[in-house]
């Protein structure tokens, strides 16, 4: 495997469900993110991690919770989600003192909240 | 703060013609500008980037983009399009605290 990864690629959960999305990088990077991509809307930054610590929440809701267990895998877990949250979650990482601040993005799970 | 404007949501063009994608940024200090594509399904991937180097900067696939602090710009251009191109653009600055800001995207239709 080469790159971030993200599994499932696809998801379909019912509001009372309870899930994990899970992003995996292979580029030796330090920091790590979420972002969610809804329809006709800028990417929002959900949450960053960097050296294995959280250093950005954005004003995301608690049903959202984020685990970084080490420098490689970043998950996302879910629970009792709205319809609102239906949207394509990317990961992404990069070096946490990297002067440009490039990420490299995987290529995301398509979540549908019914 | 540092923002991106992409100046148009949609840029038609016909395969083999140029192609244009406007950016303008602002920024309290000199920027670090990049641009990704994301074609439908899959995630972003980056083109170019701008790290006050050389201001006309060279990316993947035969696009490069210019950038001219007297204009506030960050243009992506590419002298002849192709049918993969079609794709949506992001024109993104880096805060430099580990924050990308997105611009809201354009998306290029490569027209036969």
């Known amino acids: 495997e080469t790159g971030v990864t993200q599994t499932p690629r696809h998801l379909v959960m019912g509001m009372t469900n309870k899930k994990s999305l899970k992003c995996e990088q292979h580029l030796g990077h330090n920091a790590m993110y979420w972002y969610k991509q809804s329809a006709k809307k800028p990417l929002e930054l959900m949450f960053v991690?960097?050296?294995?610590?959280?250093?950005e929440n954005n004003s995301v809701p608690s049903r959202f919770s984020p685990e970084c267990p080490n420098s490689s895998h970043l998950f996302l877990h879910l629970h009792t989600l709205q319809p609102e949250d239906s949207a394509l979650y990317l990961c992404a990482s990069s070096q946490a003192r990297g002067t440009y601040n490039e990420q490299f993005f995987g290529p995301g799970t398509r979540l549908t909240v019914l | 703060a540092q923002s991106v404007t992409q100046l148009d949501s949609h840029v038609s063009v016909s395969e083999g013609t140029p192609v244009l994608l406007r950016c303008n940024y602002s920024?309290?200090?000199?920027?670090?500008l990049f641009w990704y594509v994301q074609h439908p399904n899959k995630g972003l991937q980056l083109l170019l980037k701008y790290t006050s180097a050389a201001t006309l900067v060279k990316g993947i696939n035969g696009f490069e983009a210019e950038f001219k602090k007297s204009e506030t710009s960050f243009h992506l251009t590419k002298p002849s399009a192709h049918m993969s191109d079609a794709a949506e653009y992001f024109c993104?600055?880096?805060?430099?605290?580990?924050?990308?800001?997105f611009g809201t995207g354009t998306r290029l239709l490569v027209s036969p």
């Open positions: 920024s309290s200090y000199s920027p670090s």
């Open positions: 991690y960097s050296l294995e610590e959280r250093v």
């Open positions: 993104v600055v880096s805060t430099g605290f580990q924050k990308l800001v």
